[in-house]
């Protein structure tokens, strides 16, 4: 019935031969179930212009684009129908008290401590140097794994509860297969970003962080976006982890070799909504906009409306202007909050000019246990153990020989579970 695509499950040698015979493969198989590229183009354009339509009525209504649930009602279980059925719609949420606000601004004390007991900004080589000279060298992400406190809160209980509650929003079982355990994180390691009063940050541009030209290449990613070239995309289902939990990506310095249902922060000092925060498109459905668009015939063959390996997936106005109509900033945050997106989710973090108050934030999303988490956490418990970076970052190692980062033997349960200890 459909055509054998042709795939790639290493970076193609010559990227853009290999794009213009995806293209032309997809193309094919989508005219190989009796519809046209431009109909099924205009399905996806009519869902996604829906959620839009729908977000600006929101606005207008002066209601928060971002669902907001407290802590309090995932722990016991008394979220509501009309909540989950928004959180859905959205693909993002602001978890309000995720932790006590004492309790994140202690962390972020104690961050401090770790780093300057252990004289990290003397000793940092980081890319900051590079553009501002000796002054204001301080990075604000700050390459760091390993701190009590961020390991005390990958291993919480309220963290453990909160990300369970969002990968459970995914269908995670079918033909027979469990493509995840939403119950076990993976205690995914990621950095922490400070960014002080008075800072000005050009901000990040709109971007997604699934993958690159794999998407559209590999056998697995095939399977996982079927239903947009097979002839039923009113079925393509945002929320399917099928074929997305075991296959090959290719490899660059954006990589995220996990699989993460949300992407995710805590927030760990209070920040304004117009203070450069995080921005999402917050239509999970625009996956299928931005897969889709480069089969029409406006964009060269060669090309993928810009994605490319080793380079964030851009989202813009050239190709996606509709989309970018729909882009919402986060509500005011406090510290303790949470904040997480869709993993397939366009975002973007606003510029700022003379910030005020502290921007703090520890970077914690679900990445539940399933084959790809569990390969990549046998390089995360050598890091865990050695002190280094992970291996999806930069090798930059800092924590190697600083005596009070998190030992293995303040594990907890949850803890060990997450790095396949037990
Ligand atoms: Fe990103």
């Not at 099924?40 to 929101?58: G, L, T």
């Not at 016991?76 to 693909?91: D, F, N, P, S």
């Not at 901000?203 to 990613?221: K, N, V």
Request: aromatic residues 10%; charged residues 25%; contains cysteine.
């Amino acid at each position: 019935m459909t055509t054998v695509l042709p795939h790639w499950e290493q970076t193609p040698d010559d990227l853009g031969a290999a794009t213009r015979e995806i293209k032309a493969a997809l193309r094919e198989r989508i005219g190989a179930s009796g519809r046209t590229v431009e109909e099924v183009f205009s399905v996806v354009e009519k869902r996604v212009q829906e959620a839009v339509d729908d977000i600006a009525a929101a606005r207008r209504r002066g209601e928060s684009v971002w669902p907001v649930i407290e802590y309090s009602d995932i722990a016991a279980g008394t979220v509501t129908a009309e909540q989950l059925a928004l959180l859905r719609r959205r693909g993002c949420l602001v978890v309000r008290g995720h932790f006590e606000r004492d309790q994140a601004l202690g962390w972020d004390r104690d961050i401090v401590e770790y780093v300057e007991g252990n004289h990290f900004f003397e000793n940092y080589r980081g890319p900051g140097d590079d553009f501002f000279g000796s002054v204001g060298s301080k990075p604000e992400i700050y390459p760091i794994y390993w701190s009590p406190a961020q390991m005390q809160a990958r291993q919480s209980e309220r963290m453990a509860a909160v990300q369970a509650f969002l990968n459970a929003q995914w269908k995670h079982e079918s033909d027979g297969v469990q493509w995840f355990d939403p119950a076990r994180d993976s205690l995914y390691p990621d950095r922490i970003r400070r960014r002080p009063e008075g800072a000005d940050s050009a901000g990040l541009g709109t971007h997604l962080d699934p993958g690159t030209l794999d998407l559209w290449m590999t056998s697995a990613y095939q399977q996982a976006f079927r239903h947009l070239f097979d002839g039923s995309v009113e079925e393509y289902d945002p929320w399917d982890a099928a074929h997305r939990t075991a296959g090959p990506q290719y490899p660059g310095t954006t990589m995220c070799s996990a699989f993460r249902t949300f992407q995710g922060w805590t927030a760990l000092s209070d920040m304004d909504h117009d203070q450069g925060v995080l921005h999402t498109v917050p239509i999970p459905e625009a996956m299928a906009y931005l897969m889709v668009r480069p089969l029409l015939p406006d964009v060269p063959d060669d090309d993928m409306c810009g994605v490319t390996v080793n380079q964030v997936f851009p989202a813009g106005h050239k190709w996606h202007a509709p989309l970018m109509e729909a882009l919402t900033g986060i509500p005011d945050v406090r510290a303790g909050d949470s904040v997480w997106w869709h993993c397939d989710m366009i975002h973007s973090v606003a510029p700022v000019e003379a910030q005020q108050g502290w921007g703090n934030v520890m970077y914690i999303p679900a990445a539940p246990w399933c084959p790809r988490n569990e390969d990549y956490a046998a390089s995360v418990r050598k890091a865990f153990l050695t002190g280094e970076s992970p291996s999806d970052f930069p090798a930059e190692h800092y924590e190697r020989e600083w005596p009070d980062r998190f030992p293995a033997s303040a594990l907890n349960e949850i803890g060990r579970r997450g790095l396949g200890l037990d």
